[in-house]
C-alpha cells in the first residue's frame, strides 16, 4: 500500500461553545466523511533527545515527525499505518504505508513494510536522527467531514486527547493523562479556503493556532517531572 499526500493544513483550538456553534453553520456545507468516527491511536517516534518533537514545539517553517497509527485499537498481528510527514511553509507531505504493530513498534529498522520503497525512504531519512524508537503514546476521538461540494475539503474534530510516555502501544490505558480540554478542529484542503468557511471562522473569531498534541504532551510530562 503506497500512500502520498500534499496539502494544507490549518489547525484551530476550540472550546466547547464555539464546537457546537461551529457544527450547527457547517451542517449545511458539510457531511459526515465515509468515516466519521473513529478512536485513533497513535505512537510518535523520536531519538533519546527528542528532537522531532522539541522541534514541532519551537515552531519552525520545516518539521518533521515519524508515527505508527491505527483507527481503533490494534493487537501485535494487526497491520497499522506508517506516517512520515513533512510541513514546509503550511503545506504538508506524507509517505504512508503499512506493516505489523509488534514489528514496527520493536524495532522499525527491521520490520517490513507492505511497500518497502516507502520503508527504505522512512529509514533513510531517519539517518539524521541516528537511533529512534517509540516515545509518545496519543489517543483522541475523531469526528470527520468533508464538503458537500469538494469533497477535497475534509475538517476533523479531535476531542478527548491523551497522552503517555511509558508502556506504549496503540490502545488506551488507565494511566492516560488529558492534553487538553479543547477540541482540536484541523482544516485539510488541496488550495485555498472556501469563502463560505472564512466568514463562517471570522463570525465566531474562530483563528487559527498552532497547536501540537505530541509537543503539548511532552512539555506537560517535562512540567509534572519537574514538580
Known sequence: MKETFRRFEKKYLLTEQQYQMLLEKLKDYVEPDMFYESKIRSIYYDNERFEMIRRSIEKPEYKEKLRIRSYDEAADDDMVFVEFKKKLDGIVYKRRTKARCADVIDDIYTADFVDEQIGNEIKYALNYYGKV?????????????????????????????????????????????????????????????????????????????????????FLSEVRRINL
Open 133 to 217: 524508537k517509540p516515545a509518545v503514546y496519543i489517543g483522541c476521538t475523531r469526528t470527520s467531514y468533508v464538503g458537500k461540494q469538494d469533497k477535497r475539503l475534509r475538517i476533523t474534530f479531535d476531542r478527548d486527547i491523551a497522552y503517555r510516555m511509558k508502556d506504549l502501544s496503540l490502545r488506551s490505558d488507565k494511566n492516560d493523562k488529558a492534553v487538553t480540554e479543547m477540541t482540536v478542529m484541523e482544516l485539510k484542503i488541496p488550495e485555498a479556503m472556501p469563502l463560505w468557511l472564512t466568514q463562517i471562522l471570522d463570525e465566531l473569531k474562530v483563528y487559527p493556532h498552532s497547536f501540537s498534541k505530541v509537543g503539548t504532551a
